[in-house]
């Protein structure tokens, strides 16, 4: 069955760097564009960024632009969020994604910045 499992979260201060990871098993990773989302407390889930299939084309939301990049390694059937400035504001729960028929979601994984 279908299963994505994030890790490499953790508590971080500001403006320091984490490399988050997910790890894709039971279907075919290299066809499907991904994406990071996040959900802070009290906040609904937000888009974080996006890659396609063949790691070509990315979007970023516009509060982790020039601060976050995603990439994917297809032979590895993993996906990739580089962190770096980390902002208090960036704290949430950070999931993996993507989209057949339904919406397929690892258990996330938690991010802490704060000093």
């Known amino acids: 069955q279908v299963q994505l499992v994030e890790s490499g979260g953790g508590l971080v201060q500001p403006g320091g760097s984490l490399r988050l990871s997910c790890a894709a098993s039971?279907?075919?990773?290299?066809?499907?564009?991904m994406s990071w989302y996040r959900q802070a407390p009290g906040k609904e889930r937000e888009l974080v960024a996006q890659?396609?299939?063949?790691?070509?084309?990315?979007n970023y939301a516009d509060s982790v632009k020039g601060r976050f990049t995603i990439s994917r390694d297809n032979a590895k059937s993993t996906l990739y969020l580089q962190m770096n400035s980390l902002k208090s504001e960036d704290t949430a729960v950070y999931y993996c994604n993507f989209y057949s028929s339904r919406a397929y979601w690892g258990q996330g994984t938690q991010v802490t910045v704060s000093s």
């Open positions: 039971g279907f075919t990773f290299s066809g499907y564009s």
């Open positions: 890659i396609t299939r063949t790691g070509g084309i990315t």
